[in-house]
């Protein structure tokens, strides 16, 4: 492979990253005698760095790149909305980008979810989506309703308000006060489930589901606006849902007048083999939210695709279209007159017209080339692939869905037993990481909950790719057991 830069090219690189460059979530100082990585192009489900070595993109940059890298057609159709129309706000106007892929996005989503609240990352949809319900309840005479639920150890991003429903006491603590009213609930890690459900996946998944009830009920369910979930927990490595959870966790929320929030920001557009998580789960959310793969990464974009019931209060709909009617008896409660409130919410670049564009070519790539059918056709092979690795001592638990999955490591597989601090630090820190990246592989270690290595590969990858990561795991995982 010829080398895209020179030395001295590579050199000056090095020297303005270091100077000023601040790279996000990342302990700067750990390139104070080392390079920073740059990765100058991808192609596929490759990118390649400013050496010319090549690396399988096994986390699809950061559960973004859905169609892979270096797709041309997205890349004009960005430039033709460019040149076109660049920039307009959403603020009391429209242009006909957003309102082409707001349609698109209303057609493909389950059930009345069909208002789309543009925004311009996953962070900011999970907080529009708090902000909506905490308002959306003021408007029809519940104030008192502002709480959240969360799982565990999930993540729901980082600006304030996401990082109150965020379930990760380590990265909370250093912003704290937050805002008030997070709350957590179990997570479904049935690899950890507590000892009294750990033989039935499905007792597990009812005593997870029936603890968000206890949860509501202990706060009082007057405060309680919503609950976020989402269909396949990212944080702590890809917690699927056991069997029955989450029509259980339906049917609690309606009792209680509590909204469900499924937050798809990294389980949306093909991951696990649906436009939505919630359609592999079965279940329906009164709010979907929305980012990353919606784009495939090539513009930023995201949002929240809410039902009709929540936009009555805000909505220029007559009375007559009967929605009314349904919208007191699910609540209980009389409500103000359709059109007396405003959202009193906006995020300038939100709905970006190229972004837009993009996400309509992006779409397009996914019927043309059917990735949600190859995803669904070859999961399982997927699956059967990285299974292969628990033949390794440092291999406790392989699990996920589609075409995302988390390997959990351990110290001792038959008791399960975890690696404390100092351990996950020298094996995530000062080998795993760097050493699966060296052998060209990008994925993720990560000790947020136990020690775990995450796969997220684009959409397009086959069983080639399947194998390659594989090999690559095996090997450096290999290493890292005689570093214990």
Same mark, same amino acid.
């Given at each position: 492979?010829?080398?895209?830069?020179?030395?001295?090219?590579?050199?000056?690189?090095?020297?303005?990253?270091? %100077?000023?460059?601040?790279? @996000?979530? !990342?302990? +700067?100082?750990?390139? &104070?005698?080392?390079?920073? #990585?740059? /990765?100058?192009?991808?192609?596929?489900?490759?990118?390649?760095?400013?050496?010319?070595?090549?690396?399988?993109?096994?986390?699809?940059?950061?559960?973004?790149?859905?169609?892979?890298?270096?797709?041309?057609?997205?890349?004009?159709?960005?430039?033709?909305?460019?040149?076109?129309?660049?920039?307009?706000?959403?603020?009391?106007?429209?242009?006909?980008?957003?309102?082409?892929?707001?349609?698109?996005?209303?057609?493909?989503?389950?059930?009345?979810?069909?208002?789309?609240?543009?925004?311009?990352?996953?962070?900011?949809?999970?907080?529009?989506?708090?902000?909506?319900?905490?308002?959306?309840?003021?408007?029809?005479?519940?104030?008192?309703?502002?709480?959240?639920?969360? %799982?565990?150890?999930?993540? @729901?991003? !980082?600006? +304030?308000?996401?990082? &109150?429903?965020?379930?990760? #006491?380590? /990265?909370?603590?250093?912003?704290?006060?937050?805002?008030?009213?997070?709350?957590?609930?179990?997570?479904?890690?049935?690899?950890?489930?507590?000892?009294?459900?750990?033989?039935?996946?499905?007792?597990?998944?009812?005593?997870?589901?029936?603890?968000?009830?206890?949860?509501?009920?202990?706060?009082?369910?007057?405060?309680?606006?919503?609950?976020?979930?989402?269909?396949?927990?990212?944080?702590?490595?890809?917690?699927?849902?056991?069997?029955?959870?989450?029509?259980?966790?339906?049917?609690?929320?309606?009792?209680?007048?509590?909204?469900?929030?499924?937050?798809?920001?990294?389980?949306?557009?093909?991951?696990?083999?649906?436009?939505?998580?919630?359609?592999?789960?079965?279940?329906?959310?009164?709010?979907?939210?929305?980012?990353?793969?919606?784009?495939?990464?090539?513009?930023?974009?995201?949002?929240?695709?809410?039902?009709?019931?929540?936009?009555?209060?805000?909505?220029?709909?007559?009375?007559?279209?009967?929605?009314?009617?349904?919208?007191?008896?699910?609540?209980?409660?009389?409500?103000?007159?359709?059109?007396?409130?405003?959202?009193?919410?906006?995020?300038?670049?939100?709905?970006?017209?190229?972004?837009?564009?993009?996400?309509?070519?992006?779409?397009?790539?996914?019927?043309?080339?059917?990735?949600?059918?190859?995803?669904?056709?070859?999961?399982?092979?997927?699956?059967?692939?990285?299974?292969?690795?628990?033949?390794?001592?440092?291999?406790?638990?392989?699990?996920?869905?589609?075409?995302?999955?988390?390997?959990?490591?351990?110290?001792?597989?038959?008791?399960?037993?975890?690696?404390?601090?100092?351990?996950?630090?020298?094996?995530?820190?000062?080998?795993?990481?760097?050493?699966?990246?060296?052998?060209?592989?990008?994925?993720?270690?990560?000790?947020?909950?136990?020690?775990?290595?995450?796969?997220?590969?684009?959409?397009?990858?086959?069983?080639?790719?399947?194998?390659?990561?594989?090999?690559?795991?095996?090997?450096?995982?290999?290493?890292?057991?005689?570093?214990?």
């Amino acid at each position: 492979m010829s080398t895209p830069y020179g030395p001295d090219e590579i050199a000056a690189l090095q020297e303005k990253a270091k %100077r000023h460059l601040w790279l @996000h979530f !990342t302990r +700067m100082s750990s390139y &104070a005698a080392a390079d920073v #990585p740059v /990765i100058v192009r991808g192609h596929g489900p490759y990118v390649y760095d400013q050496h010319g070595k090549r690396y399988l993109d096994g986390l699809a940059g950061l559960f973004v790149s859905q169609i892979g890298h270096g797709r041309t057609e997205v890349a004009e159709a960005a430039a033709r909305q460019a040149s076109e129309l660049a920039y307009f706000p959403l603020w009391s106007y429209a242009h006909p980008q957003a309102i082409a892929l707001a349609d698109r996005l209303a057609a493909l989503a389950p059930g009345d979810l069909n208002r789309v609240f543009f925004t311009t990352s996953g962070s900011e949809a999970v907080e529009s989506a708090w902000k909506l319900a905490k308002q959306y309840f003021r408007s029809i005479g519940q104030p008192t309703r502002y709480k959240v639920l969360s %799982r565990s150890i999930a993540y @729901h991003g !980082t600006s +304030m308000g996401a990082l &109150a429903i965020t379930g990760l #006491p380590g /990265i909370k603590e250093p912003f704290e006060p937050l805002p008030a009213g997070g709350v957590r609930v179990p997570n479904t890690n049935f690899y950890r489930a507590p000892e009294f459900v750990s033989a039935d996946e499905t007792a597990f998944g009812v005593w997870a589901a029936d603890e968000i009830e206890r949860a509501i009920l202990r706060e009082g369910p007057e405060s309680v606006a919503a609950v976020f979930l989402e269909p396949c927990q990212n944080s702590g490595g890809c917690f699927p849902p056991p069997p029955g959870y989450f029509p259980r966790v339906r049917e609690i929320c309606d009792r209680h007048g509590v909204l469900l929030v499924s937050d798809e920001v990294i389980c949306a557009f093909g991951r696990l083999g649906y436009y939505f998580g919630c359609e592999r789960y079965g279940y329906q959310p009164d709010i979907i939210t929305f980012a990353k793969g919606v784009t495939s990464g090539y513009a930023p974009l995201g949002g929240m695709l809410v039902s009709d019931r929540l936009m009555e209060p805000f909505s220029f709909r007559d009375r007559a279209a009967g929605g009314h009617e349904h919208h007191r008896q699910f609540h209980g409660a009389e409500t103000a007159a359709d059109g007396q409130h405003t959202f009193l919410h906006g995020v300038t670049f939100a709905g970006h017209p190229v972004s837009c564009a993009v996400a309509m070519a992006n779409l397009d790539v996914f019927e043309k080339e059917d990735l949600l059918g190859n995803v669904r056709a070859r999961e399982g092979a997927f699956r059967s692939t990285l299974e292969k690795l628990t033949n390794l001592p440092i291999v406790g638990d392989v699990r996920g869905d589609g075409y995302f999955y988390g390997i959990e490591l351990v110290k001792d597989k038959a008791t399960r037993l975890t690696f404390d601090d100092d351990e996950s630090e020298r094996l995530l820190r000062g080998f795993l990481s760097h050493a699966l990246f060296d052998a060209g592989l990008v994925c993720r270690a990560d000790d947020r909950g136990d020690p775990v290595i995450q796969l997220s590969p684009p959409l397009i990858c086959t069983q080639e790719h399947f194998d390659e990561m594989e090999q690559i795991l095996r090997a450096v995982l290999t290493e890292a057991w005689t570093r214990i």
